[in-house]
């Protein structure tokens, strides 16, 4: 981390002494100017900020914004040509659809992730060994609140002791995704639970408590394995354990989900735009581990690029 | 004439100050109380006032108040708790036994706890209160109410001693030599004279106390967990009026929309009981007051 940040720095010096010492040699073929505006979800959020975060350094002329207002939030900005790209942690749905076609803006889906939820609770905790996606459900349903309090309401063979659980808070997109991947309907649990926007303050719960259950991202899970005991979960194949495996042949189903972002026709034009989005199908395989989440193989991305440019140049 | 302008410029500065704080305060009140008529229009105060669960967030929607303010009362009961007899103790040997230059020393030192951001007590109760507590308490949960209350209770204890401190050092001097002269002991004397001497000072530093402990935000929302729990066991994780207020303004709640609201009729609640609670340190003040001279 610290020699990262000291060859960013290193980097930028140079950088800004080379524009000190030599304005008039400055190559202008390179270097790019204007704005790049992106908006969406707060799950895609971390991967694209890191790759803004390094493409400012090799192209320091343009400015990358990225905004968070959820999926959904960004395509209703994106169906009125408000931004260039759009972070998407699903894929964009027909009413969205039918909204860009009428402002005639036409798009390109590019994968660029994937993304497991973890399902966890406590190292001490010895019963648990997997939970299916019923018994999820019947957890976490609006339904449940207030009812199902203890372990040996979801299996009998559990102790008869009150659970405790640790859940991401609603203004994440993480409860979104699991609430319609469990529920069914996106947005809707029961609300006796510690909700947290915060992944760490989740950790820490789950880690100090041993009748504790929740879930979050996997990537908090890769940075506290030794706090946390993960859990498998079955969806009537067989349980499954979230790993960089499963989720990226999907048999860790229905809590792993590929994710997105858009790009519109006239944004993908602009020579800084189209630059961004090849800056930042080359060098995700390498940062989107560093940020937690799990990458597609190196064939997708190349696949990603070739569609994308080949978006870019049709007419 | 010329001084005579000087002074009616300071006379309006001072009284623009004085009116300027008045103003800000009827400002927040007004604020308080026109946004949450807009929460009281949608729920019925009954339900808000006797409903035992508190999820405006979620699906199964549910407007009482009982499980914050049971959370913002547990955990000031602990803190008080905690802090009255520590502080006391403090006061009542710095006054009464300590050494002229050990006291001068002491009080500085003992404020400097006052000094320390409450996010720092915050995470000092949830690393190492809770996993202490949690070695010889059975059942005791990462976010507890009791781990947050103690350290607020630690937290507020410089506000106790120092207060209490003055009201005691503040007691003539002619009643210490009486009651020695009576041929009353040290502990005699600070016990039964000087402390009923100076009890309404005491007082007011406790009910200040309560007052900073009920309006503590960080402390209880790092610690004390952000689950509405309606019980008074301490050893389960509750939220706090505060706590919930931080939460949702921190999240991203629709502004306007009835969820919005809960935070402004919580605040309401949160400033009826601190409005009171000042009226009666005022009125104890008053109340009890004692003139020697």
């Given at each position: 981390?610290?020699?990262?940040?000291?060859?960013?720095?290193?980097?930028?010096?140079?950088?800004?002494?080379?524009?000190?010492?030599?304005?008039?040699?400055?190559n202008?073929?390179?270097?790019?100017?204007?704005?790049?505006?992106?908006?969406?979800?707060?799950?895609?959020?971390?991967?694209?900020?890191?790759?803004?975060?390094?493409f400012?350094?090799?192209?320091?002329?343009?400015?990358?914004?990225?905004?968070?207002?959820?999926?959904?939030?960004?395509?209703?900005?994106?169906?009125?040509?408000?931004?260039?790209?759009?972070?998407a942690?699903?894929?964009?749905?027909?009413?969205?659809?039918?909204?860009?076609?009428?402002?005639?803006?036409?798009?390109?889906?590019?994968?660029?992730?994937?993304?497991?939820?973890a399902?966890?609770?406590?190292?001490?905790?010895?019963?648990?060994d997997?939970?299916?996606?019923?018994?999820?459900?019947?957890?976490?349903?609006?339904?449940?609140?207030?009812?199902?309090?203890?372990?040996?309401?979801?299996?009998?063979?559990?102790?008869?002791?009150?659970?405790?659980?640790?859940?991401?808070?609603?203004?994440?997109?993480?409860?979104?995704?699991?609430?319609?991947?469990?529920?069914?309907?996106?947005?809707?649990?029961?609300?006796?639970?510690?909700?947290?926007?915060?992944?760490?303050?989740?950790?820490?719960?789950?880690?100090?408590?041993?009748?504790?259950?929740?879930?979050?991202?996997?990537?908090?899970?890769?940075?506290n394995?030794?706090?946390?005991?993960?859990?498998?979960?079955?969806?009537?194949?067989?349980?499954?354990?979230?790993?960089?495996?499963?989720?990226?042949?999907?048999?860790?189903?229905?809590?792993?989900?590929?994710?997105?972002?858009?790009?519109?026709?006239?944004?993908?034009q602009?020579?800084?735009?189209?630059?961004?989005?090849?800056?930042?199908?080359?060098?995700?395989?390498t940062?989107?581990?560093?940020?937690?989440?799990?990458?597609?193989?190196?064939?997708?991305?190349?696949?990603?690029?070739?569609?994308?440019?080949?978006f870019?140049?049709?007419? | 004439?010329?001084?005579?302008?000087?002074?009616?410029?300071?006379?309006?500065?001072?009284?623009?100050?004085?009116?300027?704080?008045?103003?800000?305060?009827?400002?927040?009140?007004?604020?308080?109380?026109?946004?949450?008529?807009?929460?009281?229009?949608?729920?019925s105060?009954?339900?808000?006032?006797?409903?035992?669960?508190?999820?405006?967030?979620?699906t199964?929607?549910?407007?009482?108040?009982?499980?914050?303010?049971?959370?913002?009362?547990?955990?000031?009961?602990i803190?008080?708790?905690?802090?009255?007899?520590?502080?006391?103790?403090?006061?009542?040997?710095?006054?009464?036994?300590?050494?002229?230059?050990?006291?001068?020393?002491?009080?500085?030192?003992m404020?400097?706890?006052?000094?320390?951001?409450?996010?720092?007590?915050?995470?000092?109760?949830?690393?190492?209160?809770?996993?202490?507590?949690?070695?010889?308490?059975?059942?005791?949960?990462?976010?507890?109410?009791?781990?947050?209350?103690?350290?607020?209770?630690?937290?507020?204890?410089?506000?106790?001693?120092?207060?209490?401190?003055?009201?005691?050092?503040?007691?003539?001097?002619?009643?210490?030599?009486?009651?020695?002269?009576?041929?009353?002991?040290?502990?005699?004397?600070?016990?039964?004279?000087?402390?009923?001497?100076?009890?309404?000072?005491?007082?007011?530093?406790?009910?200040?106390?309560?007052?900073r402990?009920?309006?503590?935000?960080?402390?209880?929302?790092?610690?004390?967990?952000?689950?509405?729990?309606?019980?008074?066991?301490?050893?389960?994780?509750?939220?706090?009026?505060?706590?919930?207020?931080?939460?949702?303004?921190?999240?991203?709640?629709?502004?306007?929309?009835?969820?919005?609201?809960?935070?402004?009729?919580?605040?309401?609640?949160?400033?009826?009981?601190?409005f009171?609670?000042?009226?009666?340190?005022?009125?104890?003040?008053?109340?009890?007051?004692?003139?020697?001279?």
């Amino acid at each position: 981390m610290n020699s990262t940040v000291k060859l960013a720095f290193i980097i930028l010096g140079l950088l800004l002494l080379a524009s000190c010492g030599s304005k008039t040699a400055n190559n202008e073929s390179k270097s790019l100017t204007g704005d790049i505006i992106i908006d969406g979800s707060s799950t895609v959020y971390p991967i694209t900020e890191a790759i803004a975060e390094e493409f400012r350094v090799s192209q320091p002329g343009v400015k990358v914004s990225v905004g968070v207002s959820g999926t959904g939030g960004g395509f209703k900005k994106f169906g009125r040509g408000e931004i260039d790209i759009n972070n998407a942690s699903r894929p964009i749905k027909e009413n969205e659809i039918k909204a860009c076609e009428e402002n005639a803006i036409t798009y390109v889906q590019l994968m660029v992730a994937y993304d497991g939820l973890a399902v966890l609770v406590n190292p001490q905790n010895t019963w648990v060994d997997h939970f299916t996606v019923e018994e999820l459900k019947k957890i976490w349903e609006p339904d449940a609140q207030g009812k199902i309090t203890k372990w040996s309401q979801i299996r009998a063979s559990w102790p008869d002791e009150p659970f405790h659980l640790y859940g991401p808070g609603v203004a994440s997109g993480t409860y979104d995704y699991f609430t319609e991947a469990i529920v069914g309907k996106s947005g809707a649990s029961r609300g006796d639970y510690t909700a947290s926007e915060d992944d760490n303050v989740l950790v820490q719960g789950i880690a100090g408590d041993k009748n504790a259950l929740g879930f979050f991202g996997h990537a908090y899970y890769e940075e506290n394995q030794e706090k946390l005991k993960l859990v498998g979960v079955d969806n009537g194949n067989g349980v499954v354990l979230p790993t960089i495996e499963t989720v990226k042949n999907g048999t860790y189903a229905p809590l792993s989900r590929p994710v997105f972002i858009y790009v519109t026709k006239i944004a993908a034009q602009r020579a800084e735009v189209s630059a961004f989005v090849n800056f930042y199908l080359t060098n995700a395989s390498t940062l989107v581990p560093d940020v937690g989440y799990i990458p597609l193989p190196d064939e997708a991305y190349q696949k990603e690029t070739t569609k994308f440019n080949a978006f870019v140049s049709s007419k | 004439m010329k001084r005579k302008t000087t002074e009616r410029i300071i006379e309006g500065g001072l009284a623009f100050s004085g009116a300027f704080t008045i103003v800000v305060t009827l400002g927040i009140i007004w604020v308080l109380f026109s946004e949450s008529v807009n929460f009281f229009k949608e729920v019925s105060i009954v339900d808000f006032l006797t409903d035992t669960e508190w999820t405006p967030l979620f699906t199964q929607k549910h407007y009482g108040i009982l499980p914050l303010l049971t959370g913002t009362l547990l955990t000031t009961l602990i803190a008080i708790g905690t802090a009255m007899p520590v502080g006391l103790i403090i006061a009542i040997y710095l006054s009464e036994y300590a050494p002229k230059n050990f006291r001068s020393r002491v009080k500085p030192v003992m404020e400097v706890l006052a000094a320390i951001p409450t996010v720092v007590y915050g995470f000092f109760a949830l690393t190492v209160v809770t996993p202490f507590l949690q070695s010889f308490i059975p059942g005791v949960e990462t976010f507890n109410a009791l781990s947050a209350g103690l350290v607020m209770g630690i937290m507020i204890v410089p506000m106790i001693s120092s207060l209490s401190e003055d009201a005691l050092f503040a007691v003539p001097k002619s009643l210490r030599e009486a009651s020695y002269g009576m041929g009353a002991t040290r502990f005699q004397t600070s016990f039964k004279v000087i402390v009923p001497a100076a009890s309404s000072g005491i007082l007011v530093s406790m009910i200040l106390a309560i007052g900073r402990a009920i309006g503590e935000t960080m402390v209880v929302a790092v610690a004390a967990g952000q689950q509405p729990l309606f019980t008074f066991d301490p050893r389960q994780g509750i939220e706090t009026i505060t706590a919930y207020i931080v939460q949702v303004s921190l999240g991203d709640v629709q502004h306007g929309s009835l969820e919005y609201n809960t935070i402004f009729a919580a605040g309401i609640t949160l400033f009826i009981f601190t409005f009171i609670l000042n009226h009666i340190s005022y009125w104890l003040k008053k109340r009890f007051h004692e003139k020697y001279e």
